[in-house]
């Protein structure tokens, strides 16, 4: 539903799978999942939905920073706090963004 207007989506697979529709239609839902994930990881995490940034290089720039920061988080062993959490402590602690930004050269 779009307002009050409801719509209809209609998605098109080509398959050589020879399989049931149930098992082509429970394949089908999962596709994209791992981008998905991703993007809602960005979106909740580094709040990217909220930012305005609509000129200049900022867009391009932001676009490679973003997922680039997650991946940096995400390397840093042992894990033992939250994306969110690494995210104020790098801002906040020198010594932390050091062994983090230290992850890029292992």
């Known amino acids: 539903m779009i307002g009050k207007k409801q719509t209809i989506e209609q998605k098109y697979y080509i398959s050589s799978l020879a399989t049931t529709a149930a098992r082509l239609m429970s394949v089908s839902q999962g596709y994209g999942s791992p981008k998905s994930n991703c993007h809602w990881v960005l979106d909740?995490?580094?709040?990217?939905?909220s930012y305005r940034i609509r000129?200049?290089?900022e867009v391009p720039?932001?676009?490679?920073?973003r997922p680039t920061t997650l991946n940096l988080l995400r390397r840093k062993k042992p894990v033992k706090v939250s994306i969110p959490n690494?995210?104020?402590l790098v801002a906040y602690d020198e010594e932390y963004l050091l062994i983090v930004l230290s992850t890029l050269f292992v």
């Open 61 to 65: 720039n932001l676009v490679i920073l």
């Open 55 to 57: 000129q200049g290089n």
């Open 86 to 88: 690494q995210r104020l």
């Open 44 to 49: 909740v995490v580094l709040a990217e939905d």
